[in-house]
């Protein structure tokens, strides 16, 4: 039987980069939602407040999605660590 701990060690590999990935989309949409909170929606005009808007949805959507994606990996350690 052929042995596969380099191909075991490639595939935790390619997990860790994909966690971190989700890391840095997680702390860019925070970043991005501060930032965008320093606009003040009476002093800009409604299309532009509803772009505003349309941004911070996605953003907030991108965000919740990561960190489910990390509570996974979390999850997934935890029940290695059992």
Not at 6 to 18: D, F, G, T, V, Y
Not at 34 to 56: F, G, M, N, V, W
Request: glycine fraction near 2%; include cysteine; proline fraction near 6%.
């Amino acid at each position: 039987m052929a042995d596969r701990r380099p191909e075991k060690a490639c595939e935790q590999a390619c997990e860790s980069l994909k966690q971190q990935d989700y890391e840095v989309a997680v702390k860019h949409c925070t970043e991005a939602l501060l930032s965008l909170s320093q606009y003040p929606p009476a002093h800009l005009p409604e299309p532009c407040q509803a772009e505003l808007d349309r941004i911070k949805i996605e953003t907030l959507l991108y965000r919740i999605a990561s960190f489910l994606q990390l509570k996974k990996y979390g999850q997934a350690d935890e029940d290695c660590r059992h």
